[in-house]
């Protein structure tokens, strides 16, 4: 069992950035593929990026690439986010999760409680 708690979202500029921090607890945090994923209101929940138990292997929503950096400590139980030059359709609330498998579609087993992204003009 693996409790996830992201935190670092809130209101940022356009072309700004922002870190997004997540913070596991419970076992085997480092046998876990991570991924980020976000949801705007009125929107279906979207894959964003996700790296697998070593860090190895790295996804990213096409929009994202470029701008975003998903990374992870697994001495800190902590996966990252940096999200640089965010525009305002970035905004959502960001979720982490936990799986087997680093890939948009696959099974993740557990969610955060999410953590709101604003950016501004």
């Known amino acids: 069992q693996v409790q996830l708690k992201e935190s670092g979202g809130g209101l940022v500029q356009d072309g700004g950035s922002l870190r997004l921090s997540c913070l596991a607890s419970g076992r085997g945090f480092s046998s876990y593929a991570m991924a980020w994923f976000r949801q705007a209101p009125g929107k279906e929940r979207e894959f964003v990026a996700t790296i697998s138990a070593n860090g190895g292997t790295i996804f990213y929503l096409d929009d994202v690439k470029g701008r975003f950096t998903i990374s992870r400590d697994n001495a800190k139980n902590t996966v990252y986010l940096q999200m640089n030059s965010p525009k305002p359709s970035d905004s959502a609330t960001y979720y982490c999760?936990?799986?087997?498998?680093?890939?948009?579609?696959?099974?993740?087993?557990?969610w955060g409680q999410g953590t709101q992204v604003t950016v501004s003009l």
């Open positions: 999760t936990a799986g087997q498998v680093p890939a948009q579609f696959a099974n993740w087993d557990y």
